[in-house]
C-alpha cells in the first residue's frame, strides 16, 4: 500500500540552526501539506502546495519557513534560524487529484536545545 | 475561524462495551469532516471522510455520522486494539480547489481495556 514517507524520524539541533525535513509524497498525489504537533497538543496546519507553488499558508508559517519540491519525488520543510519553540513533530501529508483525503507520513520529531 | 471541539478529552471502556465520540465544528462553508486514529508517536490514520448532513460511514466495528453542527463516532463493542487517540478535522472551501488545510480537534484519548 503507498505511503508517504518522512525523514529523518528524528532530528536534533541547536538553537539557530538551519534544518531540512524531507518528505516523499504518495507517488500519484498532486496535493501537499505540512502540519506539526506540539507535544500534548493539537495537529497545526502550516501550509499547502500545489502546482509548484503554495496554495494556503497558517499564521504560523513566517519568514522563517519554506518549502519546496526539488524533484518529481521530494518535498521539503525548511526552517532558516530553529527556535525552542519549533520543537515539535512535523507531519506531511499528500492527496490525489480531488485533493480530499490527506494521508499522512509517520512524522520527523525535530528537538530543538 | 474554524473551530473543533472533541469531546470527552479521554475515555476508558471495557471490552466489548459500546460508546461514542463526539466533535463539533463551526466552518464557513464544509469542504468534509474527516475522523483519524492516531497512535502513540504515529501520524495520523484516515478513517472516514463525511461531505454532507446525514451521511453515515461504516468500517469495522466503528460508524461515522454527520450533522450540520456535529460529527459522532460510534465504536460497537470494542475490543484493546481499538485504544488510540481519535482526532477529528474539517476542510473548509477556501482555496477553491482541494489544497485546503485542515483544523483539527484535540482528540479524544481511547483506552479499551481487557
Known amino acids: 500500500e503507498p505511503e508517504v514517507t518522512q525523514t529523518p524520524s528524528h532530528q536534533v539541533t541547536q538553537m539557530g540552526q538551519e534544518v531540512i525535513l524531507r518528505c516523499v509524497p504518495i507517488s500519484n498525489h498532486l496535493y501537499f501539506y505540512w502540519y506539526r504537533q506540539i507535544l500534548g497538543q493539537k495537529v497545526e496546519f502550516l501550509v499547502s502546495f500545489y502546482n509548484n507553488e503554495i496554495s494556503e499558508k497558517s499564521e504560523i508559517f513566517d519568514d522563517q519557513f519554506s518549502v519546496e519540491r526539488p524533484d518529481g519525488s521530494n518535498f521539503t520543510l525548511k526552517i532558516r534560524s530553529t527556535k525552542l519553540e519549533d520543537s515539535a513533530m512535523y507531519f506531511c501529508?499528500?492527496?490525489?487529484?480531488?485533493?480530499?483525503?490527506?494521508?499522512f507520513g509517520a512524522g520527523t520529531r525535530l528537538s530543538v536545545l | 475561524e474554524d473551530q473543533v471541539t472533541q469531546s470527552p478529552e479521554a475515555l476508558r471502556l471495557q471490552e466489548g462495551e459500546s460508546s461514542s465520540l463526539n466533535c463539533s465544528y463551526t466552518v464557513s462553508g464544509l469542504r468534509g469532516l474527516f475522523w483519524y486514529r492516531q497512535d502513540p508517536g504515529k501520524g495520523p490514520e484516515f478513517l472516514f471522510t463525511?461531505?454532507?448532513a446525514g451521511e453515515e460511514k461504516e468500517k469495522e466495528r466503528l460508524k461515522a455520522t454527520l450533522t450540520k453542527k456535529e460529527s459522532f463516532l460510534h465504536i460497537t463493542a470494542p475490543k484493546p486494539e481499538d485504544s488510540a487517540t481519535y482526532l477529528c478535522a474539517v476542510q473548509a472551501r477556501r482555496t477553491g480547489g482541494g489544497a485546503d488545510g485542515l483544523t483539527f480537534g484535540k482528540g479524544t484519548h481511547l483506552i479499551i481495556q481487557p
Open positions: 463525511l461531505y454532507s
Open positions: 501529508a499528500s492527496s490525489g487529484p480531488g485533493g480530499n483525503i490527506q494521508y
